[in-house]
């Protein structure tokens, strides 16, 4: 379930900071937007909400920028996946469902 100030934001279309604190100018593009969507994604289990998250990130973005954001976020969420995946063992979670179905969009390129 989506907190209630979270869901008061998106359906005003807000922009929301999600964890300023790690980000950074030195970091892979795309780090931040892989993160978040990995986290709603995963945490949150809001598929369709992530996937529209990431197509509004490509809709806003040049031509140049699409072709990198194609790449780039998909090796940037698959890391995501492997960080999603340990900390599901180490919180002894035996259920990685959610963790296919990420990992079977990022093959067949269907994130957004």
Do not use: W
């Not at 978040?36 to 945490?43: V, Y």
């Not at 998909?74 to 035996?94: F, H, M, P, Q, T």
């Amino acid at each position: 379930m989506i907190d209630k100030s979270i869901e008061a934001g998106l359906s005003k279309r807000r922009l929301l900071l999600i964890d300023g604190e790690a980000a950074s100018a030195k970091s892979p593009r795309f780090y931040d937007t892989a993160y978040f969507f990995h986290r709603i994604f995963t945490l949150v289990g809001a598929v369709d909400l992530a996937r529209e998250y990431a197509a509004k990130i490509y809709e806003s973005l040049g031509l140049q920028d699409r072709t990198q954001f194609s790449q780039i976020f998909r090796i940037n969420l698959s890391a995501r996946l492997i960080g999603g995946c340990y900390d599901a063992v180490r919180e002894k979670s035996l259920d990685f469902s959610i963790h296919k179905k990420l990992q079977e969009l990022i093959i067949s390129n269907e994130l957004f």
